[in-house]
């Protein structure tokens, strides 16, 4: 029985398969490339904002990006050329994934505290290179940072006094006229934003720490991230069914073809 003769939930099945894979292909590129990038990148400034002593991020990107392309493309040639081989190996790698998805959502939650304050030292190190040319490559640091705080609607770390505390152009002795960067102004193109004396006289800048703000915006989109999460957790599922359902059929085919009866012997 040739995949011509198959019905229409096989040929569905098949090519669920394919478009999911060409999907993981995609992104698989777009993560390596990522990774690749952030790598090779003259400044270094992306490997010092994603470089972890355990958890290198651009590493890490790179090993996921080949190996979603691998995995993308078992998939997509196992279900287009029906080979088994390869659909066999694109189970294996589909299960795989879905036990480090587990360990990882097990990991994050046993490791937030860890996580929580390696961010937050973090940004306390880019607060004291802001604005320094010799450490902030291109205005990288500068950019990012404001950008933060702009989007978030917040300044420092845990509040505005965090700047004077860690980056020395922002102590009051050095620099009176300014205490914080514009962008932890709440209107920014105002003049004198951020210039004055004090930090407490100045009612046009954020109180609330970026730390606070970034923790409450994840709050309230965990809805959302549990939406997306149950949704690939049912992708996944349904590639498992529709692969082991190609399977099936492939080796009732090749059953078949090799089976001789009895009384034709």
Known sequence: MGSEDRGCCDKCAKMFIMVINIIIILIGGAILAAGLYWQLNETGFYKEIFNHDIFNIPIVSIVVGALLLLVGIC????????VMFLLKVYMGFLILIMLVEIILAVGCVAMKS???????????????????????EADI???????IQENFECCGVTGPDDWPNYNAAYKSETAPERTVPDSCCKDPDSAGCGSAKTISANENIYKI???????NFVENNLLYV??????IVILQMCVILCIGHLKTRLEDDIAFEYYTPLDES
Not at 226 to 231: A, H
């Open 75 to 82: 998939g997509f040639f196992g279900a287009c050329c029906e």
């Open 114 to 136: 860890e996580v929580e304050e390696y961010a937050t030292n973090k940004t306390y190190e880019f607060i004291g290179y802001y604005g320094d040319e010799a450490k902030d």
């Open 141 to 147: 640091i500068k950019k990012t940072v404001d950008a």
């Open 209 to 215: 720490g970026c730390k606070v703000s970034m923790i």
């Open 226 to 231: 549990g939406i997306v999460s149950g949704v």
